[in-house]
């Protein structure tokens, strides 16, 4: 079976920084993309930063360039979101996503184009 489980996120002043950790398993390619969502409370979700194996790229949102770093160890099958100068703002639950499938610029961070999401983990900044 698909599994995505992540850890690393607690409460944390602004300013501070965290690392959030997504181990995956149960996927049989290796071209996935992988990503990190986010959802606050009465807001819709909203893709943070992607990265795709295939080539290495990476993409952020505007909110976090500069502050938030994706990174991946194929080996352990772990994607990391490192995460610095927290503000309130990026109070949410975080949730890493990952698919197969080939996407479009415009897909890389819709959330209808992922198959596969983990349960979350609450990052709260104050």
């Known amino acids: 079976d698909v599994q995505l489980v992540e850890s690393g996120g607690g409460s944390v002043q602004p300013g501070g920084s965290l690392r959030l950790s997504c181990v995956a398993s149960?996927?049989?390619?290796?071209?996935?993309?992988m990503a990190w969502f986010r959802q606050a409370p009465g807001k819709e979700r909203e893709g943070v930063a992607v990265?795709?194996?295939?080539?290495?790229?990476?993409w952020y949102a505007e909110s976090v360039k500069g502050r938030f770093t994706i990174s991946r160890n194929s080996a352990e099958n772990t994607v990391y979101l490192h995460m610095t100068n927290l503000s309130p703002e990026d109070t949410a639950m975080y949730y890493c996503?990952?698919?197969?499938?080939?996407?479009?610029?415009?897909?890389?961070?819709?959330?209808?184009?992922?198959?596969?999401w983990g349960h979350g983990t609450q990052v709260t900044v104050s």
């Open positions: 990265n795709y194996a295939g080539d290495g790229r990476t």
């Open positions: 996503a990952a698919d197969p499938r080939r996407k479009t610029d415009d897909s890389w961070h819709d959330a209808f184009w992922y198959m596969f």
């Open positions: 149960g996927f049989a390619g290796s071209n996935l993309y």
